[in-house]
């Protein structure tokens, strides 16, 4: 990923997971990183990740459903490093889960303002940035829960089929610019989003049962895309989601999960979570 070095990247949910993995990843190949999460004290611990990974790097709080946020990050970046050319938007939560009787229009609405509202604010702030650079790359995180349902999961897989069609209405509008776009989806990753469930090696084993590859997902095999789709590799590449999944979605598999979502509540970003609860930050 030669083609990388010296360019500006913008990260979202950057504090852990997948964000903190991709933002310290892009600064090895000689990105500067400008990165955004709701959690101050992990998204300065990336900060340090990617400055000791020998690019420098800005952390902003971010809240990802604030317009004002991300203008805010995108203007950092074009302030601290002189404009943007890659553009991860990654932060996210389960958002609101349980039967589809139960679910607030508060609680819906809080879902898609993370999940897909903010998809769509960070192509809209970033687009003036990229097209004054000449073009750009644009990824976002989808899921296949945007190509298959999921009970007790309404709010996330509509709004991960959101940032699917989002991703491909952007694309058509911003080829001319030279503005690729393209969006993963994540199979059964292992990040803090899913420890509610219980201890790590515990979930990384039922991770590891649910696709024909036998083990779970990690950080790295998105971030790994990711860099792909940011570089010159891709140069050709716009429009397109790309299931990173170990197989889960290729045909039927014999596994049943043996864990169930949550009845009803509300998943926040990953750090609320606390002995398993369900909290509302």
């Given at each position: ?41 992990g998204g300065e611990e990336t900060s ?215 009845e009803r509540g509300f998943l926040g ?13």
């Open positions: 990923m030669n083609d990388l070095k010296g360019k500006v990247a913008v990260v979202t949910g950057s504090a852990s997971g997948i964000g903190r993995e991709t933002a310290v990843r892009l600064a090895a190949a000689g990105v500067h990183v400008v990165h955004g999460d709701l959690n101050r004290s340090a990740l990617c400055d000791a990974a020998g690019r420098q790097s800005a952390f902003l709080t971010t809240d990802v459903s604030r317009e004002t946020d991300i203008a805010a990050l995108v203007g950092l970046a074009a302030d601290r490093f002189g404009g943007v050319d890659i553009l991860f938007n990654n932060a996210g939560s389960g958002g609101v889960v349980g039967p589809i009787e139960t679910i607030t229009v508060e609680d819906w609405d809080r879902t898609q303002n993370i999940l897909l509202r903010s998809v769509f604010l960070g192509i809209k702030h970033v687009v003036p940035a990229m097209r004054a650079r000449g073009g750009g790359a644009i990824i976002s995180s989808a899921s296949i829960a945007a190509h298959r349902g999921y009970a007790g999961l309404h709010g996330y897989c509509a709004a991960k089929a959101g940032v699917v069609n989002l991703t491909r209405s952007a694309a058509v509008e911003l080829g001319p610019s030279r503005i690729r776009v393209n969006c993963i989806c994540p199979g059964s990753v292992l990040t803090p989003m899913h420890h509610i469930r219980g201890d790590a090696e515990a979930l990384e084993r039922e991770l590891a049962s649910h696709q024909p590859i036998g083990r779970a997902g990690y950080p790295g095999d998105i971030a790994e895309a990711v860099l792909y789709f940011a570089s010159d590799a891709a140069a050709w590449v716009t429009g397109v989601s790309l299931d990173v999944d170990g197989g889960r979605l290729s045909g039927v598999w014999t596994h049943t999960p043996s864990s169930k979502p949550p970003p990953s750090f609320t979570y606390a002995s398993g609860d369900l909290m509302r930050p």
